[in-house]
């Protein structure tokens, strides 16, 4: 798909490729997605128009773009898998089986991947594994331990590469009456992992499910009791919401699910306009260039489309799956 001089993008590194997502156009209907509602994964090969069911699957943790057709994800029945597509998700293979659930994906580039996992009760830690051949193989990196004499249970929830080539972690540590939520860090692609900070403790009171690096330092972090932001490379998080489900930066400006609405933000997340609700909370959105946004609405589980940066939606699937998990736009260059 030819770009258009002078055209204003977004350029995207995935994995080891980058690609240019138009921040503009009036191509709304030429591109590949995957839409992954609980216990099965849909394609569109038309920017989410319509969709057809590629596979049945266990419930999906991770499921992540990786360039020229690569496509992973993580999947648990009596142990966690990893499968792995060349070809946007046509047909998948194995990869790997691991005995606890794989529920968190960065990559780092060059081939080099990191899931963190969900740890096991009554264990102190929560082991980090690492692939440098872009998912094929995979092998332990490090662990995150708790040392407090509190944890019941540790899970990585989230991780994210910043700009000074570290990696943070959103950590839920559980214990007898109630949980943290905790930031780790690693400087050496998760072999160690230094505690930073705890953002909440309290019933119920998770680890970031999600985090994003808006450069200089500067990052986003959401869970159910809010969206906090740092600009200190997560040593200190002020909240700047009350909630968050899920967060996507598109140029300059982000756009979030809170609730069930859609905000955006145009000052990296210290303000937020409202731009639509919906009859059901927001937990995924992709933005896939051309001022098209999709979001997958839970409570329903229903996709909606704009083609106009947010401002308004129109219904696109009915999945009648028990939960929207994530939506994935799997395009290389234009």
């Not at 659930?101 to 594994?129: K, Y």
């Not at 407090?148 to 994210?160: M, P, T, Y």
Request: aromatic share 12%; proline share 1%.
């Amino acid at each position: 798909m030819a770009l258009i001089p002078g055209q204003k993008v977004l350029r995207v590194r995935v994995g080891k490729h980058s690609r240019l997502i138009p921040l503009a156009g009036d191509d709304t209907t030429s591109g590949r997605v995957l839409a992954n509602p609980r216990g099965a994964i849909y394609k569109s090969e038309n920017k989410g128009e319509t969709w057809g069911q590629i596979r049945t699957t266990d419930y999906v943790f991770v499921l992540q773009y990786l360039g020229a057709g690569e496509v992973i994800y993580t999947s648990y029945a009596s142990s966690s898998i990893i499968y792995k597509s060349t070809n946007y998700g046509d047909s998948w293979s194995t990869v790997y089986t691991h005995t606890r659930n794989l529920i968190s994906l960065v990559d780092l580039g060059g081939g080099i991947l990191l899931m963190g996992e969900a740890g096991q009760t009554g264990v102190n830690n929560a082991s980090v594994l690492k692939s440098i051949d872009n998912g094929d193989n995979w092998s332990l990196s490090g662990t995150i331990t708790r040392n407090d004499g509190d944890a019941n249970i540790v899970i990585i929830r989230s991780l994210c590469l910043m700009d000074d080539g570290g990696i943070v972690a959103g950590v839920t540590s559980t214990y007898n009456g109630g949980s943290k939520g905790l930031v780790y860090r690693s400087y050496d692609q998760g072999a160690t992992w230094s505690y930073v900070t705890t953002i909440i403790t309290g019933a119920y009171q998770y680890g970031f499910t999600g985090i994003i690096s808006l450069g200089a330092g500067v990052l986003l972090g959401w869970a159910s009791h809010g969206l906090y932001k740092s600009i200190n490379y997560g040593s200190t998080w002020t909240s700047v919401a009350a909630s968050g489900n899920c967060v996507i930066l598109a140029g300059s400006t982000l756009y979030a699910g809170i609730g069930a609405s859609i905000y955006k933000s145009e000052d990296s997340g210290d303000t937020w306009t409202i731009l639509y609700s919906f009859s059901g909370s927001v937990t995924a959105l992709e933005y896939l260039g051309y001022g098209v946004l999709l979001a997958g609405i839970a409570t329903y589980n229903l996709l909606y489309k704009s083609t106009d940066h947010g401002v308004t939606w129109a219904m696109k699937a009915d999945f009648a799956n028990a939960e929207f998990l994530s939506i994935e736009y799997i395009e290389d260059e234009y």
